[in-house]
């Protein structure tokens, strides 16, 4: 994230370094320096771009710092810009909080003085954004569907909606419940088993993966999907006895 700033002051050296301090820090952009509260106006008037941060003197001629500071436009959901306070006077430091002031810098100051107020400006800068970004739209996890080639497109499947699945050399038949006629895919069904979530599917047989929550019965080396019967294999059958064994 990088700030846009502004340097007000009416002393030439003073408003030198605050420029000098923006553009060494590495977040900090400055687009903006003026010698006076008067000036500043115009410049922010006429900004292409919402500046975020202004480094502003106290005592100026004209029209002094508190008074530029009030007439920013600050309500809720402004884009005005937060102001730091650069004074060389303690006694403005009240004054400043009441215009709702981000901090104030007391003159002569540090570039360790500067940039304890530039984190704290970038901080409140990535909380407000962060709070003023609508909602995430729900994401499809991982776990809700998956996409087959079936002859030349892409047919999105939900695994919720998946009985059982065929192996057929190069292809898999995928049978849903929402459609009377599988679905043919060139894949094997060791590739389509990586993709399905193990707590929903399970392979039974060298050809065959049934969806566990479409089971409705469980006989003797088979299992029951409708009105199908799938055979359960030897070499499948441990894994299987210990998930029905969690039902019994």
């Not at 009416?10 to 370094?17: Q, S, T």
């Not at 043919?184 to 707590?199: A, D, N, Q």
């Not at 088979?222 to 019994?248: C, L, M, N």
Request: contains cysteine; proline residues 7%.
């Amino acid at each position: 994230m990088t700030l846009t700033c502004i340097a007000v002051d009416d002393e030439p050296l003073a408003l030198k370094l605050v420029g000098h301090f923006i553009e060494q820090t590495p977040f900090l952009s400055l687009v903006g320096s003026y010698g006076s509260a008067v000036a500043a106006l115009r410049g922010l008037q006429q900004q292409a771009t919402p500046v975020d941060l202004l480094f502003l003197d106290i005592q100026m001629p004209d029209l002094n710092g508190l008074e530029l500071a009030r007439l920013l436009d600050r309500g809720p959901g402004s884009r005005g810009p937060r102001v730091v306070f650069t004074t060389a006077f303690n006694q403005y430091a009240l004054e400043g909080y009441k215009v709702d002031a981000l901090d104030y810098l007391l003159k002569p100051f540090t570039y360790e003085e500067f940039l304890r107020v530039a984190n704290k400006a970038k901080s409140y800068a990535e909380v407000s954004q962060a709070s003023s970004q609508p909602p995430a739209e729900p994401a499809d996890t991982p776990d809700d569907y998956l996409y087959l080639k079936v002859e030349y497109q892409l047919v999105r499947v939900p695994f919720n909606d998946i009985l059982y699945i065929e192996g057929l050399k190069d292809y898999v038949k995928v049978y849903r419940r929402s459609e009377p006629k599988p679905l043919l895919s060139l894949t094997s069904l060791k590739t389509l088993e990586e993709r399905l979530p193990p707590r929903q599917f399970m392979r039974i047989h060298r050809s065959y993966i049934v969806g566990l929550n479409h089971i409705a019965s469980i006989g003797r080396g088979t299992v029951h999907i409708g009105t199908e019967t799938i055979p359960v294999s030897d070499s499948y059958r441990d894994a299987f006895d210990q998930f029905v064994s969690r039902w019994k």
